[in-house]
């Protein structure tokens, strides 16, 4: 069992930053590639990036691809996300994830999610 606990949401202007916090406890946290998502109102839960168990490789999605950078830090069993020129449709409820061994951008393949997070980027 993982448990994830998401941090950092909030309220930002167009064009700002946030970073997000993903505390794991649980199994062995550099077991697992870990994966952030996000779900706005009356859409699919989607895929925003991923890192490796090591932390050195990364992989975006192509809207946040420049503009996001997911790191890790398995001393501290904690995965980042930081986001800058926010864009109002980054808007959604952010969830980390964990569970595969590689990679990975689809949903169902991961086992474990955070409570999620609320970023809201105001125009």
């Known amino acids: 069992q993982v448990q994830l606990e998401e941090s950092g949401g909030g309220l930002v202007q167009a064009g700002g930053s946030l970073r997000l916090s993903c505390a794991a406890s649980?199994?062995?946290?550099?077991?697992?590639?870990m994966g952030w998502f996000r779900q706005a109102p009356g859409k699919e839960r989607e895929f925003v990036a991923a890192?490796?168990?090591?932390?050195?490789?990364?992989y975006y999605a192509d809207s946040v691809k420049g503009r996001f950078t997911i790191s890790r830090d398995n001393a501290k069993n904690t995965v980042y996300l930081q986001m800058a020129s926010l864009k109002p449709e980054d808007t959604a409820v952010y969830y980390c994830?964990?569970?595969?061994?590689?990679?990975?951008?689809?949903?169902?393949?991961?086992?474990?999610w955070g409570q999620g997070t609320q970023v809201t980027v105001s125009s």
């Open positions: 890192v490796s168990r090591s932390g050195d490789n990364t």
């Open positions: 649980g199994r062995t946290f550099s077991s697992t590639a």
């Open positions: 994830a964990a569970g595969p061994r590689y990679m990975l951008t689809i949903r169902t393949q991961y086992d474990y």
